[in-house]
């Protein structure tokens, strides 16, 4: 005899994919880490590390919303995360010979996108699910940021490596705490305190 966990409605496709935005934070931590060490980096290597880090995050999206197929009307924002990323790293590698003024506006143009779409998905959770206003929080954050950026794109390079790399590490401890507290809340919604289902017995 095998088990299988009941999963509420109510806990949606954000609580499923919470190890999703887990490693997202961890991945944007480690990028705001590597920038703030390297700020004077050459821009080759910077173009590859933010091109890697959008298609990391698009595949990261696309896990969570594939792992909570079965919520259809939350999807197509992990989905929309997914084209962005992909759309934004690729076109950034397929680029060589990208000048630092052009690399800004694409980091502006996917922090603008994505920090939308974060607001859209805080605003989904359930009343149930804590962690919105913290994946809200990282919305807002990126909001300002590309605001920033394309109000001040001629800003001195050392300067602007340091608020990417400020943003990054902000951006991943909104998204690590937001996990955390979606990880908690898979929890009590599937105990019996919460009104959750006990396991309930399949063929194995």
Do not use: C, N
């Amino acid at each position: 005899m095998a088990t299988e966990r009941y999963s509420p409605e109510a806990g949606g496709l954000f609580v499923r994919s919470w190890g999703a935005l887990y490693l997202r934070g961890l991945l944007a931590i480690v990028l705001g880490l590597l920038i703030l060490r390297r700020p004077t980096v050459t821009l080759r290597l910077f173009v590859l590390w933010f091109a890697f880090y959008a298609i990391f995050e698009g595949l990261f999206s696309l896990f969570a919303a594939v792992s909570g197929w079965r919520h259809r009307q939350d999807r197509w924002l992990l989905l929309l995360e997914t084209v962005i990323g992909f759309g934004i790293g690729i076109v950034t590698l397929r680029s060589p010979g990208i000048t630092g003024l052009v690399l800004l506006f694409f980091i502006a143009a996917w922090a603008l996108a994505t920090g939308v779409l974060r607001i859209f998905e805080a605003v989904r959770f359930p009343r149930e699910v804590s962690g919105g206003p913290w994946l809200a929080i990282g919305g807002v954050a990126s909001i300002v940021f590309a605001l920033m950026v394309m109000l001040r794109p001629l800003a001195g390079a050392l300067a602007l490596a340091k608020l990417i790399g400020i943003y990054a590490l902000f951006l991943g401890v909104t998204e690590l705490i937001a996990a955390f507290r979606l990880h908690r809340s898979a929890q009590y919604i599937g105990s019996p305190r919460a009104g959750g289902r006990p396991p309930l017995p399949r063929a194995a």
